[in-house]
């Protein structure tokens, strides 16, 4: 539980430290950086759909569909780079504002 929990604070504090004037990481570290965590949460999420013992029942508690919406963020990162790689503010405020708002 507690190395989950470093990873959530870490996920909400990364896009926080990016909105300083002196941002601590570049745009594409920053980029990666949230794509990784994405990709855990989204993980761990199908690690516990398949360890449970019926696939519709991880269904019916809406903790566990909160979870899963959270592979959202990922796709959108995914097509927001595909569509347009050359970083401009509408790809910046995808990625430090909505995606991060998602995951809480």
């Known amino acids: 539980y507690r190395t989950m929990f470093c990873v959530i604070m870490a996920s909400v504090?990364?896009?926080l430290l990016q909105t300083m004037r002196s941002a601590p990481l570049s745009s594409r570290t920053s980029a990666i950086l949230?794509?990784?965590f994405d990709s855990?949460?989204?993980v761990e999420?199908?690690?516990r759909w398949i360890a449970h013992p019926t696939c519709m029942g991880f269904l019916w508690f809406?903790?566990?569909l909160l979870d899963l919406a959270l592979v959202v963020p990922l796709v959108m990162r995914a097509i927001a780079v595909s569509l347009d790689d050359s970083g401009n503010a509408i790809t910046?405020?995808?990625l430090l504002a909505v995606v991060p708002t998602l995951r809480l």
Do not use: D, R, Y
């Open 13 to 15: 504090c990364s896009p």
């Open 40 to 42: 855990v949460f989204a």
């Open 45 to 47: 999420a199908l690690l």
């Open 34 to 36: 949230e794509s990784g």
């Open 92 to 94: 910046g405020n995808l």
């Open 62 to 64: 809406p903790f566990n």
